[in-house]
């Protein structure tokens, strides 16, 4: 059931920004929502992402910068005449209401007719036809969250903004209701701006991620784009994990750079260096990072390192997560699939470490390597 419209508008945020006496919550936002996609807005807690929603629902007003949907300006607009619908943390669905008249709420306002049809659609929609009968408080925090979104959708909003919208929930429903969410919004059609601090939940439903951090974009772009070639450490550390070994540049020629990393030489691609000169870090993913005994080949040879000891190991299922001791002191993550092929390696082994220089990237040593870094909780 598609309820978008041929001619789908894109939400534009321009310059936009908003300061709370002299604290600067949103800084200067520049992004470009294209109609009919899952856009993510996925930072750490207090980097500005409900504050931007606001601006865009109407409930605060931007200190600076522009709003448009396709060519229509809407800072100023009245929320209820924005084409723009909000669904938050907590569902607050009228607990003395059924669902059906929960959906039916906005409709029945407007005086829309043919509201029950409707109605029985939108909950067919989101999975629930048998259950509108029940009143919010005998379902479950899943089947709440869908009522709260057939609620939302029922009004045909341009788009649709979802602030934090599986917050309440349980780890195991979480994830299924993510999949759920990216089902529906495939079928309707619509733009669905999320707002989340779950990298994992960005990258699982997004077609697009900006990456907030302190009230700015830090990058944008599809989850493998920005996990394959982060352009800064808080991206890097943020979004996944990544090593990030302190090296200089040596050579900047054509399509490769050449890096010193406490004296082995290694390259990387010229499109996923961010500095091509000076002191930088060399990033690359734990499971990118291949390890064997001393000695013995590693199966995708490209930068190679000698040296390394096992200090950690532990086993999570489908992969054995290790921490390697270098020779300069630093502790790298390799994670490694469980296939089976050869026995988990022991603490205090000796390794050898290598991976494709395709898959390594480069960052300037000015940004702060711990950016970013989740802490211990
Ligand atoms: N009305 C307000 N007055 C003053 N400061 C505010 C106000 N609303 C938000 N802030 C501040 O602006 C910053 C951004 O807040 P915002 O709610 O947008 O963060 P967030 O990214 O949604 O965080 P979270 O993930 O915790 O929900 C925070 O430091 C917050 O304290
Ligand atoms: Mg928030």
């Known amino acids: 059931m598609s309820l978008a419209a041929d001619n789908g508008r894109s939400l534009r945020l321009t310059a936009l920004t908003k300061e709370f006496a002299t604290f600067t919550a949103v800084r200067s936002l520049d992004l470009e929502v294209p109609a009919?996609?899952?856009?993510?807005?996925?930072?750490?807690?207090?980097?500005?992402?409900?504050?931007?929603?606001?601006m865009v629902a109407g409930l605060e007003v931007p200190t600076s910068g522009t709003i448009h949907l396709g060519d229509d300006e809407?800072?100023?607009?009245?929320?209820?005449?924005?084409?723009?619908?909000?669904?938050?943390?907590?569902?607050?669905?009228?607990?003395?209401?059924?669902?059906?008249?929960?959906?039916?709420?906005?409709?029945?306002?407007?005086?829309?007719k043919d509201v029950d049809q409707q109605v029985k659609e939108m909950l067919a929609l989101v999975e629930l036809e048998s259950q509108a009968k029940k009143k919010p408080p005998q379902m479950s925090g899943g089947q709440q969250q869908r009522v709260a979104l057939a609620r939302a959708l029922i009004n045909r909003p341009e788009v649709l903004l979802l602030d934090e919208p599986l917050g309440a929930l349980d780890l195991k429903l979480r994830r299924s209701m993510q999949i759920e969410l990216?089902?529906?919004?495939?079928?309707?059609?619509?733009?669905?701006?999320?707002?989340?601090?779950?990298q994992e939940e960005a990258m699982t439903m997004a077609d697009t991620i900006a990456v907030m951090n302190g009230g700015v974009i830090e990058q944008m772009g599809s989850p493998a784009e920005l996990y394959e070639n982060p352009r800064t450490t808080f991206v890097a550390n943020f979004l996944g994990q990544s090593n990030l070994i302190p090296g200089s540049v040596t050579s900047a020629e054509g399509d490769v750079v050449r890096v010193d990393m406490h004296g082995t030489q290694v390259s990387i691609p010229a499109d996923r260096a961010h500095t091509r000169s000076g002191d930088g870090w060399?990033?690359?993913?734990?499971?990118?990072?291949?390890?064997?005994?001393?000695?013995?080949?590693?199966?995708?040879?490209?930068?190679?390192?000698?040296?390394?000891?096992?200090?950690?190991?532990?086993?999570?299922?489908?992969?054995?997560?290790?921490?390697?001791?270098?020779?300069?002191?630093?502790?790298?993550?390799?994670?490694?699939?469980?296939?089976?092929?050869?026995?988990?390696?022991?603490?205090?082994?000796?390794?050898?470490v290598s991976w494709r220089p395709e898959f390594a990237f480069l960052l300037p040593a000015s940004q702060d390597v711990n950016a970013g870094v989740l802490e211990e909780v």
């Open 36 to 54: 009919g996609t899952f856009f993510a807005l996925l930072g750490p807690s207090g980097c500005g992402k409900t504050t931007t929603l606001r």
């Open 182 to 198: 990216k089902r529906i919004q495939t079928e309707v059609g619509l733009t669905f701006v999320h707002v989340t601090h779950d």
């Open 74 to 112: 809407i800072t100023y607009e009245k929320p209820y005449r924005r084409p723009v619908n909000t669904v938050f943390q907590n569902y607050a669905l009228f607990p003395h209401l059924d669902i059906h008249e929960n959906v039916a709420f906005g409709l029945r306002r407007r005086k829309v």
């Open 282 to 352: 060399v990033g690359i993913r734990p499971e990118k990072v291949l390890i064997a005994p001393a000695g013995e080949p590693i199966d995708a040879p490209g930068n190679h390192m000698t040296g390394g000891v096992i200090t950690d190991v532990s086993f999570v299922g489908v992969s054995t997560q290790y921490l390697v001791m270098m020779p300069w002191g630093q502790e790298l993550m390799a994670f490694e699939q469980n296939t089976g092929r050869r026995a988990v390696l022991d603490k205090g082994t000796k390794v050898d």
